[in-house]
């Protein structure tokens, strides 16, 4: 089995600058993996492009893949939220031998395989056509139905996952793109509206799909963790220094994420605190690395200075 590689891409503004932009976009692109110990998502910033006028963010994530150099053999999945999951970004993903992960609108349409083909004249593409929020009324025999446990709202709770495969119209000029629906369900909250999920990669199973979209949103954490750097504004005027400042801002937070992962070891004294018992967070690493950076108030000398003026004044 192939090895996989989740990647959370998210848009994100802040305000700063000239009176002629006043509020600068940024499209973000984040690391999604699973933390050893407890089994958590977590992830970390490794790239970002400036969101101009005429650049529409679908073509600046396909950029953002191809600069970021990923490496050969593995299978990438771009996790994005709703939104941003379009026809434009699953065409640049596919031509670099990437995949997509994201939700779907619910009145969005899709299409089953055609089942029976004519005896002559054209043969059919495509099938019977259906939105994402009526498979379970209309078609329900072609859905493939699983049960799963997943963290809704801080707890845990049993999801139902209903997926199939179906064809997404319009991407490809000459043939269908094959995709997976899936909709997740949490019978435990009734008013909770069902999630619909669109993948590209046919060989990720359902739940393990579902359960990389519950980590999409650490990419908000990255965010948290940025601003608490100081790094939240950035008031500059030239456009060098504007489309450098976001990738800056990357590299910060990934040198920090290094070292709370130790996978840069670098000695740093613990705080200790009774309230807060994590030492390994990216909040905490900057605290401590800010701990060993200070200079000390008082400072211990070989001698006693009171000697040395009995000394003298004798």
Request: glycine content about 8%; proline content about 6%.
């Amino acid at each position: 089995m192939s090895r996989r590689s989740a990647s959370s891409i998210a848009p994100s503004a802040w305000s700063g600058g000239p009176r002629i932009c006043k509020v600068k976009a940024h499209v973000f692109v984040a690391h999604l993996y699973r933390d050893a110990p407890e089994k958590l998502w977590a992830s970390a910033l490794c790239g970002a492009l400036l969101y101009v006028k005429g650049r529409s963010i679908p073509h600046l994530v396909g950029d953002l893949a191809g600069q970021l150099r990923l490496p050969a053999g593995v299978r990438h999945v771009f996790v994005v939220d709703r939104g941003i999951l379009s026809r434009p970004l699953v065409q640049v993903l596919a031509r670099q031998g990437h995949f997509a992960l994201g939700r779907a609108r619910k009145n969005q349409v899709f299409y089953f395989a055609p089942r029976r083909q004519p005896r002559r004249g054209r043969k059919r593409t495509y099938g019977v056509k259906c939105r994402v929020d009526q498979l379970g009324q209309r078609f329900p025999e072609r859905l493939c139905r699983q049960t799963m446990n997943l963290v809704v709202r801080g707890q845990e709770r049993v999801a139902e996952v209903a997926s199939a495969a179906m064809l997404w119209r319009g991407v490809w000029v000459a043939r269908p793109c094959l995709v997976r629906v899936i909709v997740v369900r949490v019978p435990s909250l009734p008013k909770l509206k069902s999630w619909y999920l669109v993948t590209t990669d046919m060989e990720l199973e359902p739940c393990a799909a579902v359960t990389a979209y519950a980590g999409r949103p650490q990419i908000e954490v990255n965010f948290d963790e940025a601003k608490e750097l100081g790094l939240g504004h950035y008031m500059g005027r030239s456009g060098e220094g504007v489309r450098r400042w976001p990738v800056l801002v990357s590299i910060a937070q990934a040198l920090l994420k290094l070292v709370a992962t130790k996978a840069l070891p670098v000695a740093l004294p613990t705080l200790n605190w009774s309230w807060y018992g994590r030492e390994d967070t990216v909040g905490q690493v900057q605290r401590r690395l800010r701990e060993a950076c200070r200079p000390r108030i008082s400072r211990i000398k070989e001698s006693d200075p009171t000697s040395e003026k009995q000394k003298k004044a004798a």
